[in-house]
């Protein structure tokens, strides 16, 4: 916003006060008039205009699926469609909405040729299960079944010291 300057001549305490009056009320019609324009951003607009936008872009809100997420998942609507059907792209995706890394696996040895396995951690898992099933629905490939392996991370403590032990070979003969 533009700040208003009176000139010198007309500086003085009640010129300042209505200076300040004038300065408040344009930078109150300028939220009122910059209001529309606000609520095209996913993230900031208001949940009516949030549910018009998702619905435009394609996207439905599940069952518990906190506001954070479900703007995240209208903001991206336009980017996770063109990367769909990658693997690249459907890393992209995970990242986007917050779910973490994932490891994917394609034409699996000894395994028919449509099944996709990803690996995920189990706190992934525990934490987004319908996201999971709603991404491969709408994001993954068509004609593609997938399976989920949960990695599970533990901490192992290894400690190396010197010991000093003995070998020795014997043999005998009669």
């Given at each position: ?31 009122w008039?910059?209001?529309p324009?606000?609520?095209l ?21 599940f069952?518990?699926?906190?506001m ?44 028919d040729?449509?099944v ?5 951690s ?53």
């Amino acid at each position: 916003m533009i700040r208003l300057k009176l000139p010198f001549w007309l500086s003085g305490p009640q010129l300042s006060k209505l200076r300040r009056a004038c300065q408040h009320f344009w930078e109150q019609v300028e939220t009122w008039l910059y209001w529309p324009v606000r609520q095209l951003d996913p993230l900031t607009c208001t949940p009516g205009a949030l549910d018009l936008l998702a619905w435009q872009r394609g996207v439905q809100r599940f069952d518990g699926e906190s506001m954070g997420l479900y703007r995240l998942r209208v903001r991206y609507a336009f980017v996770n469609a063109r990367d769909a059907g990658s693997v690249a792209g459907l890393k992209r995706i995970f990242e986007r909405l917050l779910i973490g890394y994932v490891e994917i696996e394609e034409r699996l040895p000894e395994r028919d040729w449509d099944v996709i396995k990803l690996h995920l951690s189990d706190r992934q898992m525990a934490d987004n299960p319908e996201l999971l099933q709603i991404i491969l629905r709408k994001y993954g490939r068509i004609c593609r079944r997938y399976e989920f392996e949960v990695l599970t991370p533990l901490p192992i403590q290894l400690r190396s010291a010197h010991c000093g032990h003995d070998n020795g070979f014997l043999s005998a003969s009669l």
